[in-house]
């Protein structure tokens, strides 16, 4: 149980923290990642390597590894395989917990999947809200609508051109933004377009999140018998 706490408190303020972005396009320069951290605070003494964890096929998506599932930062959907998250995405969906799951696990051991943290009874059995059932299909929101202070607010998609487009956020792959893109840089991240991850700008900030957060719950997952994707070094 403790790793399921751990697993929730690492999800649900990733989410709360990736919701900021907006304003004019930040500068496209390099950025400096987070600094790994190496112990301490109940965390593990050693570090991992993450690659493996970036580099495995992620089933359901035609060979596509984890890596170019992430780079870039864009909704993937191959009309030849069924769909559903990742190939896709369903309104219920358990994103995030299916997005963790090729983080942070070893898929090609037995037992494990993408719905090991899904399958977990700890989500709600449903959304707050029914969903509709015409178009947009969305839940009406709850409370007064939250407006960005500029003109991306009333883009019409069918009639205005391109450049009359804000972007506020980037939530093609929503656990990029949450989880392996550091507090520092998630505004500069959602700040720019798609294309900046095919330069590997954010690559090493990426690697860096990863690594800490594996250090900070790897022997957690490990001790309650999951096979993690990382290695130690």
Known sequence: MRANRLLLSLAIP????????????????????????????????????VEPCFTQVVPGTGGLTVRQMLVPDSLKLDMSLPANFPNGRDLDDAVVDISLAFLFLDLTKSGQSLRTFANLP????????????????????????????????????????????????????????????????????????????VTGQFKADETTQL???????????????????????
Do not use: H
Request: net charge negative; aromatic share 8%.
């Open 211 to 233: 690594t800490n957060l594996m250090i900070a719950i790897g022997d957690d997952l490990t001790n309650i018998q999951l096979d993690i994707c990382a290695k130690k070094v």
């Open 14 to 49: 990733a989410l709360l923290a990736g919701c900021g972005g907006g304003g004019a396009p930040a500068p496209t320069a390099t950025p400096t990642p987070t600094p790994v951290q190496t112990g301490g605070g109940g965390q593990t003494a050693f570090t991992y390597d």
């Open 122 to 197: 700890l989500n709600p059995g449903a959304n707050d809200v029914p969903f509709r059932t015409t178009f947009p299909y969305f839940a009406p929101a709850q409370g007064p609508a939250q407006l960005a202070d500029n003109t991306g607010t009333t883009f019409d998609f069918r009639t205005d051109p391109d450049s009359a487009f804000v972007q506020v956020d980037r939530m093609g792959m929503p656990v990029v933004a949450t989880v392996l893109i550091g507090s520092p840089l998630k505004n500069p991240y959602n700040d720019v377009s798609p294309s900046a991850d």
